[in-house]
């Protein structure tokens, strides 16, 4: 619950304050002090007439009725102060910095318990406990250092961790990114991340609110709530960056597919912020990068111009940006020609445009309006402009600064000269400015925001589904696990999933008559095994009754089998598709090329079900192999289409039948016309 009285309170009291500012209750009072805070402020020190010259009482029940209560006073001292607090004083929000609660002991646990219940009694609203406190342009009831300009039009930061938010805040300052509002919900006993962004949302004013925001998150404990909420603000306009921490696994986990060995509780978060259209971030440089991007004006395309005067960063960030997907295009032509002739002699016009160390900031200028009037294939600007501490930059610098205020396309400076042009750096940020100090992490920035796709639609793709036929299946299922070839390829003929032809028998005269039908050459796998590869359990390229039938004599000896399946042998790109359900999240669907290669290369891309069109697209572009999907070197490529349909399909008969909890499709045979599934698994868990 997040009340007025916690975001413009019209008075205050810190309990625990203290004239001691290296303490949690000094800093906080000092920081509302030096902030401005325009409403009444109160102290509470039982040893102090005044502190900080503010009017301090020696315990909360001599205080006036109060809006906001900041409490900085031991862990077993909350409950009761909180109770006292609600019931006499009308306080209607809290933020408790205190740590020692359920972070640490099973009894900490306990008096968050009994804190939570009171202010939710009350209706009131609470941050923390064990938190830096919150920070907006009406009052800022943070502890820590630094604070940073502040404005309405500032980006909203939310993180779980107080410490990481300073960080993050250290890391922003030094580029000039501002601030709306900084929330540390901390342990987050009511108010966490995911309720800050659902009334980020509910409240959204286009007109006067912030459209940017930060995100730091350690645990996801609702992902529908952040799916919904965060799409929709981005829909309405905002853009969101986030890093989700505690990524890897420790130890190996035991899987028994494709799917399980390479799909992790990271592949879920990977999936639900492609999704909702979610930047993901994995530095704290990294996100306040992509935060001082969302600044400028949005990119409509790919093509870069890099304006320099320094050789070596502007190919740094062509290499960067290269590897990417994003495009440095070489200029050449009359235009090209013209724009080199007004330069000093030596200067490369090709892109990177080198206008040289001795370059005058009239070149920059020149340089620069080229590229927004003249170079009509160029989509933005990055402006790489240092110093080698022979001369001052005041003048290339406020240069750089009227073109931004003018130019359409958006213009990225990268002022690496942080120490010998410290003054001119820091007035152009004064300007309102932004500052990519290093080449690369803008480049890898740009890269992130460009492979995002926008949220996904809400509809479910149902055409040509069979729901009922897929339900009577799983329903008529009664143990769990492995199900048999037959029910996995009748699940994903129902899926509207093309299956190769099969045939599965112990008897070996069946098998033989199924070839002959069917024609050779076919393939040969056991039946009872999960690896087949593993144990030899695999035959390809048979190509007579004689070689079948030797095959399936030393297949049936192999341990574990209970028959022999046999496909006729069919040809074209290896292709993967897999999913695993996880908790909270549901379905996770990976794809990526098939074969060995899923678990040695691990190139897959993941979506969470159900998936769209655009949604399945976007995972097979983002897949480092795709050029290979595309088509290279004389090869023809794959049906994307049909890869595509096949994804959606699939995650459509995994949203109606929940009890399949791991599965993959490995190999679909791909050509240029057809994909067709030739090897697939189904556990299921009911």
């Not at 941050?127 to 009831?141: A, K, R, V």
């Not at 930060?214 to 603000?233: G, M, N, T, V, W």
């Not at 994003?326 to 200029?331: D, E």
């Not at 055409?463 to 299922?477: A, K, N």
């Amino acid at each position: 619950m997040i009340t007025k009285e916690l975001l413009h309170p019209q008075s205050i009291v810190v309990v625990g304050a203290s004239n001691n500012v290296h303490k949690p209750g000094g800093a906080i009072l000092r920081n509302l002090i030096s902030g401005g805070y325009q409403g009444e402020l109160r102290a509470v020190n039982p040893k102090e007439n005044e502190v900080q010259g503010i009017k301090s009482y020696s315990d909360v029940s001599e205080i006036p009725e109060t809006d906001l209560a900041i409490l900085a006073i031991p862990a077993g001292m909350c409950p009761a102060t909180v109770e006292t607090l609600a019931r006499d004083k009308q306080v209607r929000a809290f933020i408790i910095l205190s740590a020692g609660f359920g972070e640490e002991t099973h009894e900490g646990a306990l008096l968050e318990d009994a804190i939570l219940e009171t202010v939710n009694k009350y209706e009131a609203s609470l941050i923390g406990p064990n938190c830096i406190g919150l920070m907006n342009t009406w009052h800022h009831s943070v502890f820590t250092k630094p604070i940073p300009l502040l404005n309405p039009k500032g980006v909203d930061l939310i993180s779980s961790s107080g410490a990481t938010a300073v960080f993050i805040l250290e890391s922003a300052v030094t580029k000039g990114l501002q601030f709306n509002s900084v929330w540390s919900v901390g342990n987050a006993k009511q108010i966490g991340v995911e309720d800050v962004l659902q009334y980020m949302d509910e409240t959204f004013n286009p007109e006067t609110d912030s459209k940017i925001k930060l995100i730091y998150i350690e645990s996801i404990k609702d992902p529908d709530r952040l799916l919904i909420h965060a799409s929709s603000l981005i829909r309405k306009g905002c853009r969101i960056a986030a890093i989700k921490s505690g990524s890897s696994e420790s130890g190996s986990r035991a899987a028994s597919s494709h799917t399980g060995a390479i799909a992790s509780s990271d592949s879920a978060v990977e999936a639900l912020f492609r999704k909702a259209g979610i930047v993901r971030c994995y530095s704290r440089e990294e996100l306040t990068t992509v935060g001082c991007i969302f600044t400028l004006p949005p990119l409509k395309g790919k093509n870069f111009a890099i304006v320099t005067h320094a050789g070596g960063p502007g190919v740094m960030l062509t290499d960067a940006l290269s590897k990417g997907g994003l495009n440095v295009p070489k200029l050449e032509g009359e235009l090209a020609d013209e724009l080199k002739g007004k330069l000093f002699p030596g200067a490369a016009v090709g892109n990177p445009i080198d206008i040289l160390a001795t370059g005058t900031p009239e070149h920059l200028g020149l340089t620069i309006d080229y590229c927004e009037e003249k170079f009509e294939e160029i989509d933005a600007i990055l402006v790489i402009f240092g110093t080698p501490g022979l001369v001052s930059m005041f003048e290339a610098y406020d240069v750089l600064h009227q073109k931004m205020l003018t130019c359409k396309k958006p213009v990225f400076p990268v002022l690496p000269s942080l120490h010998t042009a410290g003054k001119e750096v820091d007035a152009f940020l004064k300007k309102g400015h932004v500052n990519f100090a290093d080449e690369v992490t803008l480049g890898t920035a740009l890269i992130r925001i460009m492979n995002v796709p926008q949220p996904a639609v809400k509809e479910i793709e149902l055409f040509g589904v069979d729901i009922p036929h897929i339900r009577r299946i799983i329903d008529s299922i009664q143990d769990n696990g492995y199900i048999e070839p037959r029910l996995v390829q009748d699940l994903l003929r129902s899926a509207g999933i093309p299956v190769v032809e099969e045939f599965v028998s112990a008897d070996k005269e069946e098998i033989l008559a199924f070839a002959r039908k069917c024609g050779f050459p076919v393939v040969a796998k056991v039946v009872g095994p999960i690896h087949k590869s593993d144990i030899g359990g695999v035959a390809l390229n048979i190509k007579s009754e004689q070689h079948l039938a030797l095959d399936f004599e030393r297949m049936m000896k192999l341990p574990e089998v209970t028959a022999i399946m046999v496909q006729p042998m069919l040809k074209g790109t290896e292709l993967f598709i897999g999913a695993k359900y996880e908790e909270k999240f549901g379905h996770v669907v990976l794809c990526g090329l098939g074969g060995i290669f899923v678990e040695v290369l691990k190139d897959v891309s993941s979506g969470l079900a159900p998936l769209s069109y655009e949604e399945a697209y976007s995972m097979i572009r983002s897949l480092k192999a795709y050029k290979i999907i595309q088509g290279t070197r004389g090869q023809k490529g794959v049906n994307e289409d049909k890869f595509a349909e096949i994804i959606v399909r699939l995650s459509t008969l995994l949203r109606f039948a929940t009890e399949i909890k791991e599965m993959d499709i490995n190999p679909l045979l791909a050509t240029n016309k057809d994909v067709i599934a030739v090897d697939a698994r189904i556990r299921i868990e009911k």
